[in-house]
């Protein structure tokens, strides 16, 4: 109860307030305007979070996150055009509501429900991470290592439609993270000589150039080009609500649930909770001829899954300190630069911390509502920002970004060459997060790792000794053998068919 | 610009190779079993077996696709000049802000900017000016983020 007191005690301070009032307006303009995205929104809000206490600079980040990828709703609904692409899976059905004249419906339904499912992620944080961490806080050497490489296997298996494709992203990041002194030897490798890369590869400039800078290429490429002509002003936004959650509330359930639990999948973010959830409430529907024509169930199960994700996804981040998505993987860091290493130790080293920090995602959620409300009616004004005017001011914050973590130009230099190298991966169906996982989370594995080889003096059998480590292995391999599994079974199938005739 | 998985497959591999042989002239630990070059050497033999993999994916469905195939920005000259600009930005930036100072560095890029993608060349010689002195004061004075003042020295505040 003390620890609770304290943590309100650090949240409910006027500077700390002010940060998530400036943060979620930020969060609002990110995900609203299409092209940014929410990662965006929060590897540009890095370099002002180390200038904050712990508490704002978390709160900032879960505060922008919320607020974006519900924003990302608005021109989905409005234009057809998603504002981030967690809003992308039900963008058919919310324009056709706005065209068949129910546009307000439609946003009062994305505000509400994705309030709603975001609180319901962080009700699922707030009781089960610090249960969790009492569990991992007995983890030695060897369960970390399993545990970093099932994070790491289950982001290259999900992100990608090809799995090869997935884990090549995966094999970039860990290279990339063994630049530098080496973890346990204390030699320089991949160096070539070069004084700035013996500290490694920066994570926030290669955050910052992935995420910001090879989405502004596309933008002036012309993929995010924005059009918002003849846009109304919009009327009451909670007339209906009341009688779509009773309608619905089975899919507003199943789309958190959903979102949540894929949210905790390191590598899954809200992205593909919102897909999940859309395409699971297809299934189950009555009406699935409606879906893609405006069906507003559709909207309900996969509005709740993107937002509860955001929540989801800070569980495996604080607790084992394996981000669920992109934005935690830099918030990670933010957490790593405020000295509060994440794992089971910060919920006993800083108890009143990560309570300020759980409560500030229930606060985000309902703050939603009321700033979301006010957004909205003034959206359609912000929609007319053109593209070209952002671009430039987006591409200077970022070359400041990547500067101000350690006052140094080669960190521009970091930011330029991964955002080409993001460009390019993207383009050719090779995703971006294994690899920003990979580099973030490198070198833990690698230091586990050696550890785990240097106690067992060489036997790698000790890998599987103890109970957690063995079956944490075992799930680790099983799942790299599933696709040749599933390879083979195919396969005998096929090949039984033919046999049949 | 696409590749196919071929061309993927040769990069996954030199990739590979590479790690694999800068790896090699590690120096081992005398008194210990595994040295600095574990765990790149590990990540390179994964890159060379995910090369292979790809090659053979390159092999059974994927070798009508051309190695490279431009993305449509890189054939029209008004978009691959807006794509160009965006990436000499920051090299101009490394190059010229020490010895420029933030203020007229940030201001040129963001009027070349500007005028490139928006139009209206006076408009944005103020939109620039002023986001660039409001930036230097943010950054600089608020966040304590040492940006240098180069040929506005005298000016600094």
Redesign the interface.
């Known amino acids: 109860m003390e620890t609770i007191l304290l943590a309100l005690e650090l949240l409910f301070r006027v500077d700390v307030m002010i940060v998530i009032l400036a943060s979620a307006m930020f969060g609002l303009f990110m995900g609203a305007i299409p092209g940014l995205t929410a990662t965006m929104a929060t590897a540009l809000l890095v ?2 979070t ?2 904050m206490d712990p508490v704002p600079a978390v709160a900032a980040i879960v505060t922008s996150s919320a607020m974006a990828i519900f924003a990302g709703d608005i021109p989905g609904t409005l234009l057809r055009i998603p504002g981030t692409p967690g809003s992308a899976a039900y963008v058919d059905d919310a324009y056709c509501l706005t065209q068949s004249g129910r546009a307000e419906l439609c946003l009062g339904v994305n505000l509400c429900f994705s309030a709603l499912g975001g609180l319901a992620g962080a009700l699922v944080l707030l009781f089960a991470a610090p249960a969790l961490a009492r569990v991992v806080i007995r983890f030695g050497t060897f369960e970390y290592f399993w545990l970093a490489m099932l994070g790491l296997t289950c982001a290259a298996f999900i992100s990608s439609s090809s799995l ?2 997935g ?2 992203s995966l ?2 990041g ?2 990339a993270s ?1 630049v530098g002194i ?1 973890a ?2 204390g ?1 320089p ?2 160096t070539f000589g070069q004084i700035e890369l013996m500290g490694g590869i920066n994570f926030v400039p290669a955050m910052i150039g992935a995420f910001a ?1 090879s989405e ?2 596309r933008t ?3 993929g995010g080009a924005v059009n918002p002509a003849n846009l109304k002003p919009i009327g009451n936004l909670f007339s209906g609500i009341a009688r779509t959650f009773a309608q619905h509330w089975r899919q507003f359930l199943r789309g958190s649930t959903v979102g949540t639990v894929i949210g905790i999948l390191p590598g899954a973010g809200s992205t593909l909770a919102a897909w999940v959830a859309y395409a699971l409430a297809k299934q189950t529907s009555r009406k699935p001829d409606l879906y893609g024509k405006g069906s507003l169930e559709g909207i309900v199960a996969s509005t709740s899954a993107n937002n509860a994700a955001v929540s989801g996804a800070w569980v495996p981040a604080l607790v084992f300190g394996i981000p669920g998505d992109a934005v935690t993987a830099i918030a990670i860091g933010v957490l790593f630069i405020k000295g509060l290493n994440p794992g089971p130790t910060i919920f006993i080293n800083n108890p009143e911390v990560i309570d300020a920090v759980l409560i500030s995602f229930l606060l985000a959620n309902l703050l939603l509502i009321p700033l979301g409300f006010m957004f909205i009616k003034v959206a359609r004004h912000v929609l007319r920002v ?4 952002l ?3 987006i ?3 970022s ?2 970004g990547a ?2 973590i350690n ?1 140094t ?1 080669f960190d ?2 970091v ?2 060459l991964a955002g ?1 190298i993001a460009y ?1 991966m993207e ?2 169906g ?1 995703p971006i997060a294994p690899a920003i996982l990979g580099l973030l989370l490198g070198t833990t ?2 230091e586990n ?2 550890t785990s ?2 106690k067992a ?2 036997n790698l059998l000790a890998f599987f000794e103890r109970p957690i480590a063995g079956t944490l292995g075992v799930l680790t391999i099983a799942l790299w053998l599933s696709p040749l599994v599933i390879w083979l079974a195919r396969r005998r199938s096929q090949a039984r068919l033919r046999a049949d005739g | 610009m696409r590749v196919n998985n071929l061309a993927l497959a040769l990069i996954a591999l030199v990739l590979g190779g590479g790690v694999l042989g800068v790896a090699s002239t590690f120096p081992s630990p005398r008194h210990q079993a595994f040295g600095p070059a574990l765990f790149p050497s590990l990540i390179g033999l994964a890159l060379v077996g995910c090369g292979v993999v790809l090659a053979v994916q390159w092999w059974l469905a994927d070798r009508e696709a051309p190695l490279l195939s431009l993305a449509p920005w890189m054939r029209s000259p008004a978009t691959a000049l807006n794509v160009a600009m965006l990436l000499a930005i920051p090299v101009f930036y490394i190059f010229a802000v020490d010895r420029l100072g933030f203020v007229p560095t940030a201001f040129i890029c963001l009027w070349l900017m500007l005028v490139r993608y928006h139009g209206r060349p006076v408009l944005s010689l103020f939109g620039a000016a002023a986001a660039a002195a409001i930036l230097q004061f943010v950054f600089a004075d608020i966040l304590l983020v040492p940006l240098p003042w180069g040929l506005l020295q005298p000016l600094a505040w």
């Open positions: 370099p002002v180390f200038f090869t494709k884990t090549f094999l970039i860990l290279l063994c080496g346990t030897t030699l490798r991949f800078l502004l290429i002036v490429s012309g053109p593209s070209g005017v671009s430039p001011f591409l200077i914050l070359i400041l500067f101000a006052n130009l521009v230099g930011m330029l080409v390019f383009e050719n090779i594995v690698e790792f050696m080889a240097i003096d060489g």
